[in-house]
């Protein structure tokens, strides 16, 4: 798996756990997450060109939501339990993933370039 892979997986999951969260408790902020998820679906076809700029707005829009997740919603989830609570450990989780894989390319690439 590389990063492009690893941030398919994450928009794809963002966006549809995101409509998920949506459809279930009819808020419009469970739509945050979808449209990280759009924004990061936009930026696929720089990660396959390899373009550092798109790259880095990648990492950039995968470490907000992460953050967001982590500092603001799990411990909201945590307190309400249910399935709240797995939807948001599964954003976190593919957040977590993409973020291993942008990190893993940016060392390759640093790596390749010396």
């Given at each position: 798996?590389?990063?492009?892979?690893?941030?398919?997986?994450?928009?794809?999951?963002?966006?549809?756990?995101?409509?998920?969260?949506?459809?279930?408790?009819?808020?419009?902020?469970?739509?945050?997450?979808?449209?990280?998820?759009?924004?990061?679906?936009?930026?696929?076809?720089?990660?396959?060109?390899?373009?550092?700029?798109?790259?880095?707005?990648?990492?950039?829009?995968?470490?907000?939501?992460?953050?967001?997740?982590?500092?603001?919603?799990?411990?909201?989830?945590?307190?309400?339990?249910?399935?709240g609570l797995v939807?948001?450990?599964?954003?976190?989780?593919?957040?977590?993933?993409?973020?291993?894989?942008?990190?893993?390319?940016?060392?390759?690439?640093?790596?390749?370039?010396?």
């Amino acid at each position: 798996m590389n990063s492009r892979m690893g941030n398919l997986i994450n928009s794809t999951s963002l966006i549809l756990i995101g409509l998920w969260g949506y459809l279930s408790v009819l808020s419009i902020t469970a739509l945050i997450p979808v449209a990280f998820g759009i924004g990061l679906i936009l930026c696929d076809s720089g990660l396959k060109n390899h373009n550092k700029l798109i790259a880095h707005i990648a990492v950039s829009l995968t470490l907000i939501i992460l953050l967001a997740l982590i500092g603001m919603r799990l411990p909201k989830s945590i307190e309400d339990g249910g399935i709240g609570l797995v939807r948001v450990i599964l954003m976190i989780s593919t957040s977590v993933l993409a973020m291993v894989y942008f990190v893993k390319s940016f060392i390759d690439a640093r790596k390749a370039k010396q």
